[in-house]
């Protein structure tokens, strides 16, 4: 068995949990572009080439609504703040995967990155394709949920108020998951008091940098302690 078969082999299994999410979020979400009058063709391109999760729900009502680059990316900048955060703290794991370093970044869901942090890689697989097939996996089963959804809209009349909601739903079971399956919870408690902190102080549409740049801090000032597993 070669090295890249092995690590497709060990990568699979810890994406089974995302396969059954993206078939549904990404179901939804060709549901969602084809109620708006999206062919399926725009559908594959957004999700080959977008894949942002939240910002492709948000986008839906961005393109519908016509041209307005600045705040398309105002808004993008807003509600995919969180990956600035996920790429720093992936820099180390992602040293010396050469070539595959720009799709690594690109394909960084929420998802992938919780499984990159968690899994551990079996002997014998090789970090760097571990990881390429972890994001690879998860981003096929984002593109095969749309295309399914984009199909189904098509052909079935479906009301799709509140269909968006199914994104909240899968991040409250990856948080649930997450708490189960660490003893350190100053992370999850930090993310949670920042965002209840700012939310008050910003009110609802200005909180989520401001609650980024607060769990930054505090993490980056608790890094230390947090990875010697001094705070608990």
């Not at 180390?92 to 890689?121: N, W």
């Not at 989520?208 to 608990?232: A, D, F, H, N, Q």
Request: overall charge positive.
């Amino acid at each position: 068995m070669n090295n890249k078969t092995a690590a497709l082999k060990a990568a699979f299994p810890h994406t089974i949990p995302v396969m059954t999410g993206y078939l549904v979020l990404g179901a939804a979400y060709g549901i969602l572009m084809d109620s708006k009058g999206f062919s399926l063709l725009w559908i594959i391109i957004a999700s080959v080439f977008v894949y942002a999760g939240s910002m492709q729900f948000v986008s839906v009502a961005l393109l519908a609504a016509g041209f307005d680059p600045l705040g398309a990316l105002l808004m993008t900048l807003a509600v995919n703040a969180r990956h600035l955060f996920y790429g720093i703290s992936m820099l180390h794991q992602y040293r010396g995967t050469g070539r595959m370093k720009p799709y690594l970044i690109f394909s960084l869901t929420d998802e992938s990155f919780s499984i990159l942090c968690s899994a551990k890689v079996p002997e014998g697989v090789k970090e760097k394709w571990f990881y390429l097939f972890v994001s690879l996996l998860d981003h096929i089963y984002w593109i095969i949920g749309s295309i399914l959804g984009g199909i189904l809209g098509s052909l079935i009349n479906i009301n799709t108020k509140g269909i968006d909601f199914v994104l909240t739903a899968l991040f409250v079971v990856i948080l649930i998951n997450q708490w189960q399956s660490t003893k350190n919870h100053l992370p999850v408690i930090i993310g949670i008091a920042s965002a209840i902190l700012c939310r008050l102080l910003f009110g609802a549409s200005d909180f989520i940098i401001p609650s980024m740049v607060c769990i930054l801090l505090c993490v980056t000032i608790l890094k230390k302690p947090m990875e010697r597993g001094k705070v608990r």
